[in-house]
C-alpha cells in the first residue's frame, strides 16, 4: 500500500485506493450468496469451440442401473465417489483409488471399468451397472449365489468389485475355458487368495461349465492383464 492512501491517523484512505470497505463487504456478500453451480461455458481455443466445466459444482444426471440419477459434484470427482457420497450406492468400494485394485468395479457400456478412475461427467449418456443392479429384488443373482456357494469371499471388500468383473467377463464369455479366466479376471486383486473360489462360481454360473472343472484351475499367480477401462 502506498503511503499516500493513508490519512493524517495513517488508516487506509478508502477513496484514494478505489475500493472502500464497504465495497468489499458488498462483494464479498454477494460471492457467498451466490451458489457454486456453474454448469458449463464455452471458450474458444485455436479456433475452436471448447466446452469447460467447473471449477464449481455441476449438474450431472447417470443412468444407474435402469435408474436415471441427478446430483451435482465438482467436474475433479469420480464416478466412484459420486456413486458413494452422493447417490448412496456403497456396493463399489473405494481401496486403492488408483486403478490397481477392481474393488471399485462397474460395468459401463458392457466393459468392466474401475470407477475410481471415471469422471461423473463422463460417465453422463452411458448406461452404468453396479453391484446393487444385479440382484432381482430380494433374489440373490446367479453369480452372487455361486460366490456364496464357493466361498469366494472373505475379507469380502473385494467382493462387490469381483462379482461385477466376473458379470462383465461372463457376458462376454458365456461359456468360458478355465485359462480364459487367467487374464479376463487379472484386473481384480484378492489379497487373501480367493480366487480358486472366484473362478469356480464363475464356472458354476458359466452355461456347460463344471463346478469341479472350475477347482482345477491353475494358480492365481499366473493371472494377468484383465479386462478394465477398455
Ligand atoms: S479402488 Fe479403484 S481400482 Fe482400486
Ligand atoms: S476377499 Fe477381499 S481381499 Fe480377499
Known amino acids: 500500500m502506498h503511503e499516500d492512501e493513508k490519512d493524517d491517523d495513517g488508516k487506509l484512505n478508502e477513496q484514494s485506493s478505489g475500493f472502500s470497505r ?17 454448469g458449463s461455458r464455452t471458450i474458444r481455443v485455436a479456433g475452436q469451440d471448447v466446452k469447460i466445466y467447473g471449477p464449481g459444482k455441476v449438474p450431472v444426471s447417470l443412468n444407474i442401473n435402469a435408474k436415471n440419477y441427478t446430483a ?62 444385479l440382484m432381482n429384488g430380494d433374489q440373490l443373482h446367479p453369480l452372487q449365489q455361486a460366490f456364496v456357494d464357493n466361498d469366494g469371499q472373505q475379507c469380502g471388500f473385494c467382493t462387490p468389485g469381483f462379482v461385477v468383473a466376473c458379470k462383465a467377463f461372463l457376458d ?56 478394465h477401462n477398455g
Open 22 to 38: 464497504r465495497d468489499f463487504l458488498k462483494v464479498g456478500g454477494i460471492s457467498l450468496s451466490v451458489p457454486l453451480v456453474i
Open 72 to 133: 451435482e459434484v465438482e467436474p475433479r470427482v469420480t464416478l466412484l465417489d459420486t456413486l458413494r457420497n452422493e447417490l448412496e450406492l456403497t456396493g463399489a468400494k473405494r481401496v486403492c483409488d488408483r486403478a490397481s485394485c477392481g474393488a471399485c468395479t462397474v460395468i459401463i457400456d458392457g466393459k468392466a471399468v474401475y470407477s475410481c478412475t471415471v469422471l461423473a461427467i463422463e460417465a453422463q449418456n452411458k448406461k452404468i451397472t453396479t453391484v446393487e443392479g
Open 172 to 227: 462376454k464369455h458365456p461359456n468360458p475355458k478355465p485359462e480364459d479366466l487367467k487374464t479376463g479376471l487379472g484386473g481384480n486383486l484378492c489379497r487373501c487368495g480367493t480366487y480358486v473360489g472366484v473362478r469356480a462360481a464363475v464356472m458354476q454360473t458359466a452355461k456347460g461349465s463344471s463346478v469341479a472343472q472350475a477347482l482345477g484351475l491353475a494358480s492365481p499367480d499366473s493371472a494377468e492383464g484383465g479386462q
